[in-house]
């Protein structure tokens, strides 16, 4: 028989769920006394380990409790009778029958969801739609002609990790934005956008939709959703990412571990700035050759005219206009701070340095408050559309991060700090992100939803983690917060193996209150 901690240790590595405390105050009092407050680490796309038996994902959707203001999932925690065919929800105690499906069900003969040792299991939407993942790079050119051919291999690396059908497109920046197209004809074309200009969101729609729609045969008509055309409704996309805590988990998004078709495949619409790899290969190959540095001249002690925040802006609406509620990742690569346009972080000659602790302290940093405005709108945008943004931040001054950390912490986006793109350490480090597991699924989730849902005597302050609130409060929300609170569900624009958050708890339980029935455990 297996001791307590062994027991404790199989759980944790079958569901990715860590308690800070294995027994549990039974009233506000005593939780008063806790040293570290109730909180449970969860690790949505936890790795199994290899001797561990593992349920396939189920080709069915999930039972779900009745109740209204519930919809729990049924799991092995329920109370069920056999003989009348209900099973009893832990959260809300309501009695719900089973499905027409389920008419077979016995002791002896149980469906997955109700084994003890498949605590956590993944489904397979029937109608929820797919669409491959979307990588949009965004590629500084001010830097030395060294640092850009150590990124151009990296980026070239990197695509051939991409699977055959993920959408690829490509913006380079200095002192302008270009926005390349792809599998072009005889010469390269590109937009190119002033770096100085803060456009309004429509006005860059305006823009990219002018020219976005493929060429079509006489008498075709534009594809639904392509830019040009009417869009084609896109908030079906599956929400890829962890269910409850303590019940079973939705289906990872695209490119995930274990991740199968879900119902009906969406094909991407036509688009020359954002296409499969499969089809751009060569072409996205040469144009990232074809990168130069930034040919804009630099005056004796001055800084290059670098417009990261224009470039962003342009990543994000692009996305925004094309893939809403897709999962897709904006990778980003800058060596040095923003010195041009919107999102500026510092000014152009090199006398007046950039913000520091003791300059931010004593209100000081004629630039942030600005620079944060900007950055922390393109965080809000990105989030609302399910995207990730990744900074990948190369150069030996500062570079801007401490403007831009909502872009990366609200979405779940990695962020790598280094001396040079040239060093092993980010080689190494931004490979990584391309991990595949043994099917060769990309370990990844995109636009993932996580909703946390708990029975009497408890109530949700909040979560510790690199995610955003999905702006949804019941009952079971505590008025004190702490970390992201005042909701119950969490958005990721991506998540990975990797990924852990911290769901803090409340005990709303009163002093001397009986424990209810089915609660002892």
Not at 5 to 31: C, I, K
Not at 389 to 417: I, P, R, W
Not at 478 to 487: A, F, P, W
Request: aromatic fraction near 8%; hydrophobic fraction near 40%; include cysteine.
């Amino acid at each position: 028989m297996a001791t307590w901690e062994e027991y404790l240790a199989t759980q944790q590595a079958n569901d990715g769920v860590q308690f800070t405390w294995n027994m549990w105050p039974h009233s506000r009092v005593d939780a008063q006394r806790l040293v570290v407050p109730l909180t449970c680490f969860f690790t949505p796309l936890k790795e199994r380990p290899l001797t561990e038996v593992t349920q396939p994902p189920l080709e069915y959707d999930p039972v779900l409790c009745q109740k209204a203001s519930c919809k729990a999932i049924l799991n092995p925690l329920c109370a069920v009778d056999f003989r009348a065919k209900i099973w009893m929800c832990p959260f809300c105690n309501n009695r719900n029958p089973f499905p027409a499906h389920y008419a077979a069900i016995a002791e002896d003969n149980r469906p997955p969801e109700l084994y003890p040792q498949f605590t956590t299991i993944e489904y397979t939407l029937r109608k929820a739609t797919t669409m491959p993942p979307i990588f949009v790079f965004v590629v500084d050119t001010c830097m030395t002609q060294e640092e850009l051919k150590s990124l151009k291999e990296c980026l070239q690396t990197a695509l051939s990790l991409l699977p055959a059908d993920a959408l690829v497109g490509l913006i380079t920046f200095g002192r302008m934005v270009q926005l390349h197209e792809l599998n072009t004809q005889g010469i390269s074309r590109s937009y190119v956008f002033k770096g100085t200009k803060e456009v309004t969101a429509k006005q860059i729609k305006d823009v990219l939709a002018s020219g976005m729609a493929r060429p079509m045969a006489p008498g075709a008509g534009a594809a639904p959703g392509a830019p040009g055309a009417p869009m084609a409704p896109m908030g079906g996309a599956p929400l890829g990412g962890p269910g409850p805590v303590g019940a079973p988990r939705g289906p990872p998004g695209p490119g995930a571990p274990g991740a199968q078709p879900q119902g009906p495949v969406q094909h991407a619409p036509a688009n020359k700035f954002l296409q499969p790899i499969s089809e751009c290969d060569d072409s996205i190959n040469d144009l990232i050759d074809q990168i130069s540095v930034d040919r804009w001249p630099i005056p004796q002690g001055h800084r290059p005219l670098r417009a990261t925040g224009a470039a962003l802006a342009v990543a994000v609406t692009l996305l925004e206009s094309c893939f809403p509620s897709t999962g897709g990742r904006i990778m980003s690569f800058i060596g040095g701070a923003c010195t041009h346009g919107p999102g500026a972080v510092v000014g152009e000659e090199l006398k007046n340095p950039i913000r520091s602790w003791n300059s931010i302290k004593e209100d000081n940093a004629p630039f942030m408050k600005k620079a944060n405005k900007f950055y922390d709108g393109l965080a809000a945008r990105v989030v609302k559309n399910g995207h990730a943004v990744d900074v990948y931040s190369c150069a030996l001054d500062q570079t801007g991060l401490l403007e831009m950390k909502n872009l990366f912490n609200s979405s779940g986006g990695h962020v790598v700090m280094g001396d040079s793109f040239n060093s092993s350490l980010f080689k190494q480090t931004y490979q990584r992100s391309f991990d595949k597991d043994a099917a060769g699924n990309l370990k990844m989730g995109f636009n993932a939803t996580m909703e946390v849902k708990v029975g009497a005597g408890l109530k949700i302050e909040g979560v510790l983690g690199c995610c955003a609130s999905g702006n949804v409060r019941n009952a079971n929300v505590s008025d004190q917060e702490m970390g992201i609170g005042g909701t119950c569900q969490w958005k990721f624009g991506a998540i990975s193996p990797r990924t852990t958050i911290g769901v803090v708890f409340e005990i709303a339980a009163q002093h001397g209150s009986a424990i209810p029935q089915g609660k002892h455990e």
